[in-house]
């Protein structure tokens, strides 16, 4: 039993000479702190970093379609042209409406001189009767008088009556006839004028023009086809104004509460990532867009003319919608906000790899930097690397 005792004794002794010896030559790692950043004043954008699209405003892309059906007899454009609005860009055969619109001007020319001939002719006749009805009732009224005296024959004042009323009913007559070949007449020119209307209607049909100042992007046909209107595509040429192009910006359900209309963004594209555009939120559209299962809403930029000389349609945008900005506080780099237990700590630097756990409230988080409301104070260093030291085991974890 005594033999025994001495063996545990002798056992534990050595146990304890094994650890301090394990200390001596392999003592724990401590705190090793890599690199650092000093708390100091500055201002900080809150940033929501966002994909967009290039795409043409409303109206800054026609389709320019056509409804005649004939032969292009002109394609006066060409795929790259840059064209002024009012400028010809096609002609389709219209030959036949030509020789429908002469037609017409003939019957027009022919009836403006028959209302002529009815402003002269009747007139003079109106003129020539009123004279003579004047002259026959004088003359009826005087034998009237003379076969009261019996200075003529009833023969006579009947003849005289008999050519006056004939002389009243020409002259009815002829006040009527003016005034209905005077209506007839302007019906028929007002009729000629609108059928000729009708046919430079249809020849504006046959010839194309640009509504908008703009590039030509596509053409769908090409001299000497024959188009038939309503078997064919309905649009012939396409026309886009460069200058004028929206910046698409998908964003994500869960930031979208964080946009408002008015903010600023900037953006750049990949052809030239080293230049920066910017604008403004000018509407956010109520209807989702779902892109791989993922809801999008999309808030609309306008680009700025001066920009739009370098952007294309369809460009893929990386975007920064500034939706908070704090100016002259706190702030520390984003590596040195730790997240532990519910709550955010930095370490602080005490001295050579001497640091402490401080617990800190934080406000405004940007891209490079976090506000910080309390826990540190201005010119604190804080460790944004370093390396904590594991209980009593060699493996050891970077933070």
């Avoid at 001596?24 to 201002?43: H, S, Y």
């Avoid at 194309?208 to 038939?228: K, N, R």
Wanted: hydrophobic share 40%; aromatic share 8%.
């Amino acid at each position: 039993m005594k033999k025994f005792s001495v063996v545990i004794i002798i056992i534990a002794l050595l146990a304890t000479a094994a650890y301090y010896g394990y200390e001596k030559f392999f003592p724990e790692p401590g705190i090793e702190v890599l690199k650092t950043a000093r708390v100091e004043r500055g201002d900080i954008k809150a940033v929501l970093v966002e994909t967009g699209i290039i795409e043409p405003q409303v109206g800054a892309q026609l389709k320019i379609g056509t409804r005649a059906t004939g032969v292009i007899k002109s394609m006066k454009v060409k795929i790259g042209d840059r064209v002024k609005k009012g400028q010809l860009i096609a002609l389709i055969d219209d030959r036949e409406i030509v020789r429908g619109i002469e037609e017409q001007n003939a019957a027009l020319s022919r009836a403006r001189n028959k209302l002529e001939q009815v402003k002269l002719t009747y007139p003079r006749q109106i003129k020539e009767a009123q004279a003579d009805y004047e002259y026959k009732k004088i003359t009826y009224n005087r034998e009237s008088k003379l076969i009261e005296e019996q200075y003529t024959t009833q023969d006579e004042v009947d003849q005289a009556k008999s050519l006056y009323e004939a002389a009243k009913a020409r002259l009815r007559r002829l006040k009527y006839e003016f005034k209905t070949q005077l209506k007839v007449a302007k019906a028929t020119i007002g009729e000629i004028t609108a059928r000729l209307r009708k046919e430079k209607i249809r020849l504006t049909y046959n010839r194309i023009y640009a509504p908008i100042d703009g590039v030509v992007s596509d053409i769908t046909v090409q001299e000497g086809e024959t188009i038939v209107t309503g078997l064919q595509v309905a649009n012939l040429v396409t026309i886009i104004d460069p200058t004028r192009l929206d910046l698409w910006i998908y964003v994500d359900e869960t930031d979208v509460g964080r946009v408002k209309v008015g903010q600023h963004v900037e953006y750049y594209v990949d052809t030239y990532q080293e230049k920066l555009f910017d604008g403004t939120v000018e509407e956010i559209y109520a209807q989702p867009v779902v892109r791989e299962n993922i809801v999008y809403y999309l808030a609309i930029v306008k680009v700025k003319k001066e920009d739009a000389r370098f952007l294309r349609q369809q460009m893929t945008a990386y975007v920064k919608i500034l939706f908070d900005e704090r100016k002259d506080v706190l702030t520390a780099a984003n590596a040195a906000i730790k997240f532990e237990a519910g709550k955010h700590i930095v370490f602080r630097v005490k001295g050579e790899n001497q640091v402490e756990k401080v617990s800190v409230i934080i406000g405004v988080r940007g891209e490079d930097k976090t506000e910080i409301c309390s826990g540190v104070h201005e010119g604190d260093v804080l460790a944004t690397k370093l390396i904590l030291p594991v209980s009593k085991s060699p493996a050891r974890r970077t933070r």
